[in-house]
């Protein structure tokens, strides 16, 4: 995310005088609600490519869409069949990794951009920046980095459609991403890039916020201010519900 804002700061300075688009996002749901029975979110992502004064912008232009939620630190264990046993063997810790990560764009990112020009705003699963907490080997950890994307994605928190934006006259643009029901609670930023001759034109970046309501929302407020009692309480209620089962079955 910083590399990408310092990027970004670089681009406006060098080409302040150009008229180059502007971007103008809109969100179908800025804030979503996480209750009972919460089984996802469908987000629909949209805009216009214009000019400063408000026109329709001249040019062909690409657009990627980027939605990422709260930066986490992450450790990826790695199963050795040890005696006919999976068991954990080596592992890595990640600094910080974006809990969810979705790519939308109008066609493949390799055929818009350079590698360099992915890497900078990390348009694609393969250009993560995941940092990993103390020195290790490149190789090892390429291995732990694609062994963590693999393992989200499976998930659906990381998701890479590269034929997902629709553009509609060159000023109009819409992506649909889906947001599974796993997601964490917090602020998901939304950046949309506009690309033209492989250079990155115009950007802008908007907000969702994530957030548990309800029974949930009081659950999750315990458990982050009331540790102690929180777990002390879970472990009554669990001996409680065995001791209840126990006499159900015993009375059949």
């Known amino acids: 995310m910083v590399r990408r804002m310092a990027a970004l700061l670089l681009c406006a300075a060098a080409c302040g005088g150009a008229r180059d688009p502007i971007l103008v996002p809109e969100i179908s749901q800025h804030e979503i609600q996480v209750r009972q029975g919460f089984t996802g979110a469908d987000l629909l992502l949209f805009g216009a490519i214009l000019t400063p004064e408000g026109a329709r912008a001249a040019g062909d232009y690409d657009i990627v869409v980027l939605l990422e939620g709260p930066a986490r630190s992450i450790t990826v264990r790695e199963k050795q069949k040890v005696a006919g046993i999976w068991v954990n063997a080596s592992s890595t810790a990640f600094r910080s990794a974006p809990s969810f990560y979705a790519l939308a764009s109008s066609r493949p990112i390799a055929s818009m951009v350079d590698a360099r020009t992915a890497a900078i705003y990390e348009m694609g699963l393969n250009w993560l920046q995941l940092s990993p907490i103390g020195v290790i080997d490149p190789a090892e950890q390429k291995r732990f980095s694609d ?22 006259g060159q000023v109009l643009y819409q992506a649909r991403i889906a947001l599974p029901s796993s997601v964490l609670t917090g602020t998901y930023t939304a950046e949309t890039f506009a690309v033209s001759d492989g250079k990155v034109v115009a950007s802008a970046i908007s907000r969702v916020t994530v957030r548990k309501e309800g029974f949930e929302r009081l659950v999750a407020a315990n458990a982050d201010q009331n540790g102690f009692f929180y777990g002390l309480f879970a472990v009554i209620v669990s001996v409680s519900m065995g001791w209840i089962a126990g006499r159900l079955f015993a009375l059949v």
Do not use: P
């Open 147 to 168: 062994g963590l994307v693999d393992l989200m994605r499976r998930q659906g928190l990381y998701q890479q459609n590269e034929h997902a934006v629709k553009i509609s």
